[in-house]
Nanobody
Framework: QVQLVESGGGLVQAGGSLRLSCAAS????????MGWYRQAPGKQRELVGS???????NYADSVKGRFTISRDNAKNTVTLQMNSLKPEDTAVYYC?????????WGQGTQVTVSS
């Protein structure tokens, strides 16, 4: 069984910063691509950023230049540094990873940006 545990959400004013972290645990050999998704009320879940084991990175256009994704392969963790936050970044953020063709999700962490 694989578990993803997220931390770091919260309430912040527009222009502020938050850092989300996610750790994968369980019985597996290695973790594949890791990523962060978000889902705002009434909207579909969308990709925020993803990173492969070789640090190939992909961002949503809406967060480019403001968010930075990174990972630690030895610790099976992925981090999302979010700067210059906007009210439209408000959503539940989910950590995701693929292990042997199976996608796993964290429980989600709320990020709220006030104007």
């Amino acid at each position: 069984q694989v578990q993803l545990v997220e931390s770091g959400g919260g309430l912040v004013q527009a222009g502020g910063s938050l850092r989300l972290s996610c750790a994968a645990s369980g019985r597996f050999f290695s973790v594949g691509v890791m990523g962060w998704y978000r889902q705002a009320p009434g909207k579909q879940r969308e990709l925020v950023g993803s990173i492969t084991r070789r640090d190939n990175i992909n961002y949503a256009d809406s967060v480019k230049g403001r968010f930075t994704i990174s990972r630690d392969n030895a610790k099976n963790t992925v981090t999302l540094q979010m700067n210059s936050l906007k009210p439209e970044d408000t959503a539940v953020y989910y950590c995701s990873t693929q292990i042997q063709s199976t996608t796993y999700w964290g429980q989600g962490t709320q990020v709220t940006v006030s104007s």
